[in-house]
Structures are given as structure tokens and as C-alpha cells.
């Protein structure tokens, strides 16, 4: 049995999607920059100060912290004056934007900081042109509502703080043996000092353990870089494949998801021709 759709309105696939975008919820939107388009380690964006910074933890969850702020504010205000800004002024008032957020990320550092403010350098006033921030400006805030673009800011913000801390906190570790400042290899030699196994002394090969300066290196920076890309590959391979799941059953049914209207596309039976 046919239906007629004669008085309906056919959507472009194009035009179907954005609606589809739209009427994602601010959860997804949030789990996208955490995950499914981690800016870092799906995305690889961002990746200067990430091997620059990560040399340890405290600076990489400070790097984050800034990120998060500029990323968050940057895209409320640009989704609030979106439709004020002309499009031939368009990336050069989003910079600007970015650039007041950063100004106040640097003069705070600066006043209470200083010492996190000479480890960072210059890869703060360097978020003015971050590829990330300037990216979701320009393809998400300004295409999206206040609400939605927070959250995209904040999945964001909070995606290259994780990749960051995870950088910072295995190069910190394996490269000087200290985590946040603490003594980790130390303690650790402290422990076999005092503790016997099956009677045998373990102090002497604690004390055989020494940091591996390599990682602290750029070329030790790459090759951690490398395996967290490896590991959050395979680990994003198996939730794209659940998350897919449903769209798949979707798509064997023969649903054609573009025009909208019909049955076939709502699910009813009656739509099949």
C-alpha cells in the first residue's frame, strides 16, 4: 500500500541533520567534547601547549582550568551576539572575545600565581588563538543557543583537561618520579626500606629505581602522546560501536531519514511501499 505524500514536505538530508543537531540534548552535547569528539585525543587539536605544559600535573590541571574558562565564556558571549556580528567582521570579533576571557585568565594568574605564571609562559596569552576555542566559536557557538553552546563549552574545556592531566600525570611520574609536587618515588623506596616479601630484603632494588628523563624530553612527550591516541582509539571504537547500534537497526529497516514526514520515516508500517 502507497502513501500518499503529495502534501508533504520533503527535507534536505542536510537540512534533517541540523534539526537532528538541534534537538540533541545538553547531555550528549557535554559527552561529545568529553568523548566522542575529544578535541585532543580524536580530534588532535591543540597539540602545542599539550606537549609543551604536560611536563607535570599541576601545570597541565592549570592549563585546563584556563582553557575551561575562556572555552565556557568565549562561547556564551559569541552564541549571545551572534546575530549582532556581520559576517565580513566575524573571526575578528570572535578573537577579540577570546581575547578579553584570556586577559583576565593572565592578570589573575599573574596577581596570585606567579610561579604557575612563569611555568606557563606565553601558552596562556597563546589560548587567544588556540585552535580549539577558535574552532567551536566559529562552528558551534555561533550557530547555537546560549545554553547549548555552555555546555559545548564546558564538554569541550573538560575533554583537553582530561587529555591533558593524562599527559601531565604519566610524564610526571615516569619522568621525575612526583605527582603534584609528591614524592612518589621516594615513598615507594621509603616502603621497601621497611617491608620484607617471603623474607627477602627489597630496599636495594628500590633503590635501583631512578626516573626515566625520557619522558620528560619533547620526543618522550610524543610517544605518550601516540599511546594515548592508541588506547582512546580503541577505547572510542567500542562506545561508537554501541552508540551506532540503534542507527543501524534504524537504517535496515529502510528508513530513509531525511524527509521527515512520511510513515516509513516515523515508523509506522504503513509507510512502506
Same mark, same amino acid.
Given at each position: 500500500? #502507497?502513501?500518499?505524500?503529495?502534501? #508533504?514536505?520533503? +527535507? !534536505?538530508?542536510?537540512?534533517? #541533520? ?7 540534548? =545538553? ?19 591543540? &597539540? ?9 600535573? #599541576? ?13 565556557? $565564556?568565549?562561547?556564551?558571549?559569541? %552564541? ?13 570579533a570572535f578573537i577579540t572575545?577570546?581575547? $578579553? ?6 592578570? @589573575? ?8 605564571? !612563569?611555568s606557563l609562559g606565553i ?7 588556540? *585552535? ?9 557557538? %555561533? +550557530? ?24 601531565? =600525570?604519566?610524564?610526571?611520574? @615516569? ?74 537497526? &534504524?537504517?535496515?529497516?529502510?528508513? *530513509?531519514?531525511? *524527509?521527515?514526514?512520511?510513515?516509513? *520515516?516515523?515508523?509506522?508500517? $504503513?509507510?512502506?511501499?
Open positions: 500500500m #502507497k502513501e500518499n505524500v503529495s502534501d #508533504k514536505t520533503y +527535507k !534536505d538530508p542536510e537540512e534533517r #541533520k541540523e534539526e537532528l543537531r538541534e534537538q540533541k540534548s =545538553s547531555l550528549h552535547v557535554l559527552l561529545d567534547g568529553i568523548l566522542f569528539e575529544n578535541p585532543v585525543l580524536c580530534q588532535v587539536l591543540g &597539540t602545542c601547549p599539550l606537549l609543551a605544559i604536560t611536563t607535570s600535573a #599541576k601545570n597541565a590541571f592549570f592549563m585546563g582550568l584556563a582553557v575551561i574558562f575562556v572555552q565556557i $565564556g568565549s562561547e556564551v558571549i559569541i %552564541s549571545m551576539v551572534r546575530k549582532a556580528i556581520p559576517d565580513k567582521v566575524r573571526i575578528p572575545i577570546i581575547a $578579553g576571557f584570556v586577559t583576565i585568565v593572565q592578570m @589573575l594568574v599573574s596577581a596570585y600565581l606567579p610561579a604557575l605564571n !612563569d601558552y596562556i596569552p597563546l589560548i587567544v588563538v588556540n *585552535c580549539i576555542v577558535l574552532a567551536r566559536a566559529e562552528a558551534f557557538a %555561533s +550557530k547555537n543557543k546560549v545554553v547549548t553552546s555552555f555546555f559545548d563549552g564546558l564538554g569541550m574545556g573538560v575533554g583537553y583537561m582530561i587529555a591533558l592531566l593524562l599527559m601531565g =600525570s604519566v610524564r610526571e611520574i @615516569l619522568g621525575n618520579g612526583t605527582f603534584f609536587g609528591l614524592d612518589l618515588l621516594g615513598s615507594f623506596q621509603q616502603f621497601l626500606q621497611h617491608y620484607t616479601i617471603l623474607g627477602m630484603d627489597l630496599s636495594p632494588f628500590g633503590n635501583q629505581l631512578q626516573p626515566m628523563m625520557f619522558f620528560i624530553l619533547p620526543p618522550g612527550g610524543f610517544f605518550v602522546f601516540g599511546i594515548l591516541i592508541c588506547f582512546a582509539q580503541i577505547f572510542m571504537k567500542k562506545l561508537n560501536r554501541k552508540r551506532g547500534k540503534k542507527n543501524t537497526e &534504524t537504517a535496515e529497516m529502510g528508513h *530513509c531519514g531525511a *524527509c521527515g514526514s512520511c510513515t516509513a *520515516c516515523s515508523g509506522s508500517e $504503513g509507510g512502506k511501499v
